[in-house]
């Protein structure tokens, strides 16, 4: 479904992401691991529309993003759900989450799309008039990928969901992706948290210094030397 082909980011004079090529088939959750500082983020935003790339192609079901304008995104089944979640906190968990079903399909079934989110996260069905920003983190990260959820998008896109949260909560918000998954929404997971986004992906993209260095399932990442000492703290002994 979604098709990224040797796209190049730049900042500037600098570049960011190099040559860079990824797949996510209809209904499949993938995700992206990777250092700090590796361009993580920007693969998502340039994905999501919010940053533009220098060279390469992107498509979604065949239609080509390249060069599509940002607002465009949402409108072709594209929602994100960007790092630091962005609510608008002086305004209520209901109108943050109205504004997710902007476009014109998603509006025509914002009743049905309010209900289905309030039902998959039942902690926001009583904070649904309280100011976003008087939340708990994990109570904003969830109204976040609601508002996502309301735009109705055949691909979803998580940038770090479990920043800032305490492991308890990221256990949840974990489940609730899984579960969205399970749905049916195809997913592209940008993660720190390898061990936890390993879990959950069906294939996993490993990016350093702006370039893919491995592709594999989690199972064959697991088994390289260098993915468990970097990124999963294990050692050749370890099991």
Do not use: W
Not at 27 to 37: A, F, I, R, T, Y
């Amino acid at each position: 479904m979604l098709e990224v082909r040797n796209v190049e980011v730049k900042y500037g004079a600098a570049t960011a992401l190099r040559g860079v090529s990824i797949d996510v088939a209809a209904g499949e959750l993938v995700c992206v691991v990777g250092p700090n500082g590796a361009g993580k983020s920007t693969l998502i935003n340039a994905i999501a529309g919010l940053h533009p790339v220098a060279s390469g192609t992107m498509s979604l079901a065949g239609r080509d993003l390249t060069r599509l304008a940002p607002h465009r995104f949402c409108a072709e089944g594209i929602a994100i759900v960007p790092e630091g979640r962005r609510l608008f906190t002086g305004m209520s968990v209901r109108e943050n989450l109205m504004l997710g079903s902007y476009i014109p399909k998603a509006r025509a079934a914002r009743g049905a799309s309010l209900d289905r989110v309030c039902a998959l996260f039942p902690a926001l069905t009583e904070k649904l008039d309280a100011p976003a920003g008087a939340l708990s983190g994990g109570q904003q990260q969830m109204v976040a990928l609601a508002r996502a959820l309301m735009a109705q998008p055949q691909l979803l896109l998580l940038d770090e969901p479990s920043l800032g949260l305490s492991p308890l909560i990221v256990q949840s918000m974990f489940a609730m992706i899984e579960r969205i998954h399970g749905d049916g929404v195809a997913v592209l997971l940008v993660e720190q948290n390898v061990a936890l986004a390993l879990g959950l992906a069906s294939r996993a993209y490993v990016l350093e210094e702006g370039t893919i260095v491995a592709c594999d399932t989690p199972e064959a990442l697991r088994q390289q030397p260098h993915i468990r000492r970097a990124y999963l703290g294990m050692t050749d002994a370890t099991s």
